[in-house]
């Protein structure tokens, strides 16, 4: 079965670096472009980023161009978020998200991971 | 890249049918037929409802039906059922490659 697992959340202070990982399994992953969602405390949804399956195409929401950097590893099966001079409205559950070739929406989620920017 | 507007809350009580906005722009949902709907309970991933404006994935009760006209989507669930609570967003393509979603609209079952 499809399963998505992100990994690397935790409390860090502003201004610092995170790297949060999702890790694929239960499918080709080298054939899915793949998301990241945030979701702040108690908010709505927040889209965050995309790569195209083999990773030649990354697209991210303003709130985050130039601090954060999607990227995957096919042959590990692992889409990452490198994440750079954080701020506190950056605080929020990441989830990982999968998308088919050709379509636009997302099939199968993570559970999600909890970054906490605070000093 | 602003959200897609949504009602902040919509109620029913069970049987009955209730409708949630999802109104965007000509560079989203106006132009796209990528709107997509997701359901979320409280601390749980959110899981895929309909796409590509009305077509349900397999195993999502056909009470759920979406549609679109103009600039706003909509998604309809008929015969409530206490299960359907929850918290609800819409999500569109956009003319950037991007994607967005809706403010949240919370269903309650009366």
């Known amino acids: 079965q499809v399963q998505l697992v992100e990994s690397g959340g935790g409390v860090v202070q502003p201004g610092r670096f995170l790297r949060l990982s999702c890790a694929a399994s239960?499918?080709?992953?080298?054939?899915?472009?793949m998301h990241w969602v945030r979701q702040a405390p108690g908010k709505g949804l927040e889209w965050v980023a995309v790569?195209?399956?083999?990773?030649?195409?990354?697209y991210y929401a303003d709130s985050v161009k130039g601090r954060f950097t999607i990227s995957r590893d096919n042959s590990k099966k692992t889409l990452y978020l490198e994440m750079s001079s954080l701020r506190g409205e950056d605080t929020a559950v990441y989830y990982c998200?999968?998308?088919?070739?050709?379509?636009?929406?997302?099939?199968?989620w993570g559970q999600g991971t909890l970054v906490t920017v605070s000093s | 890249q602003s959200a897609l507007t949504q009602p902040a809350s919509v109620s029913g009580s069970p049987g009955q049918s209730i409708t949630i906005s999802c109104t965007g722009t000509?560079?989203?949902?106006?132009?796209?037929?990528?709107v997509s709907w997701y359901q979320q309970h409280p601390g749980k991933a959110p899981k895929l409802m309909i796409y590509?404006?009305?077509n349900r994935p397999s195993g999502v009760s056909n009470r759920f039906s979406g549609c679109k006209s103009g600039n706003t989507a909509s998604l309809t669930i008929s015969g409530l059922q206490p299960e359907d609570e929850g918290d609800y967003y819409c999500?569109?393509?956009?003319?950037?490659?991007?994607?967005?979603f809706g403010t949240g609209t919370k269903v309650t079952v009366l």
């Open positions: 998200a999968r998308e088919d070739y050709g379509e636009h929406h997302f099939d199968y």
């Open positions: 239960g499918f080709t992953f080298s054939s899915y472009a």
């Open positions: 790569i195209s399956y083999d990773g030649s195409n990354k």
């Open positions: 000509s560079s989203d949902v106006g132009v796209y037929n990528y």
């Open positions: 590509d404006v009305s």
């Open positions: 999500s569109s393509y956009t003319s950037s490659s991007t994607r967005v």
